[in-house]
């Protein structure tokens, strides 16, 4: 029960986009086609939650144990940058089916703030490591599902007469707002 | 010398200023802009990071292998996001909190990384500290202007550092707590960004 409801609170009521603001910049770069926006769902999803299971074991078992808290920041960038080049370089190798298709994909995740965002909210929650991956799954899924509904939005929004001052971004901002206030309704379900 | 100087200033405040012309960063701008307090907090934090990135990656830069450039930035950018997170727990606490985890974000804060790699990465560091700088207060300035009009519809008032509010609208209109919340941040960028292109495009 207590997993059901930090899953319906991680992907609804704390949406890592819509309410965290985290991973904005995929959000708006990524959500002009849903082929895109899906590409970039499911390879957030994949590295999310690696570098979840990653940074929780770093974090408890070197930075705590050896007692420099302070060398997080630095040290949890380097894991997730690294493990991105590992993970592609993997599924080149051993899943070029999916490697293709996530392709352009995986070398923009180290800069999107949502994977590591997601890992100092799992330290900063103080989780333990089952709850951590159930979050950082969560958290993923929850990307996953603003980016999608986002995507089909504003694949519908870009057909219609937008004024030109508001096109493109701006256009997609404010869409991005009413999303929001949609899933703000989610507030009292836990 | 002195005239391109001048003009890799200037050119953050205007002409590129982060985020409404360079439209990276959205993540902390979205975030911290509750508040003009907080806009100001955030924006001198990444400036003070922008500055001496850019200046020791400049310095660097003959140094610094093509092939892991990418993630020799990323250590200094985090060296430097380490410095700030350690100074503003010891002397303003109470904005290190209520900035939270994006303090540590600035890490992965594209227009960071983004300077570092479209000019700092070209450019002497008398020119790279002058673009740093200007970009730096450039991004300030945005927060600062996005904090006060939400602030000010959302909360009515404008308060700075404590202390009775310096700006006080609340008699004139009722304010709309949207304007603070999640939903608002995103509208309000919008619409700021409409005007934008409003002004800016002949």
Sequence with gaps: MEFFELAIGSIFINNI????????????????????????SMAVVFVMVMAGMITWSVDTFLLKALNVEYLRTLSFILVIASLVQFVEMFLKKSIPGLYAGLGIFLPLITTNCAVMGACLLNIGNEYHFTKALMSSFSYAIGFGLALILFAGVRERVNLGPVPKPLQDTSIGLVTAGIIALTFTSFRGMV | MAQSLAKEFTKGLWAEIPPFRLVLG???TLAVTKSVENGIGMGLATTFVLVFSNLLISLLRNVIPTKVRIACYIVIIATFVTIVELVMQAY??????KLGIFIPLIVVNCIVLGRAEAFASKNNPVMALADGL??????????????????????GTITIWGGSPIFDMSNWFHPFTFMVEAPGAFAALGLMLAGMNLIGKK
Excluded: H, W
């Design chain 1, 17 to 40: 986009i819509l309410a965290q603001f985290l991973g904005i910049c995929p959000f708006i770069g990524t959500s002009k086609k849903m082929e895109t926006a899906v590409g970039m």
């Design chain 2, 134 to 155: 200007g970009i730096g207060i450039g991004f300030t300035l945005s927060l600062a202007s996005l904090g006060a009009v939400r602030e000010i519809l959302g909360a």
């Design chain 2, 92 to 97: 303003t606490y109470p904005l290190f909190l």
């Design chain 2, 26 to 28: 959205l993540c902390p």
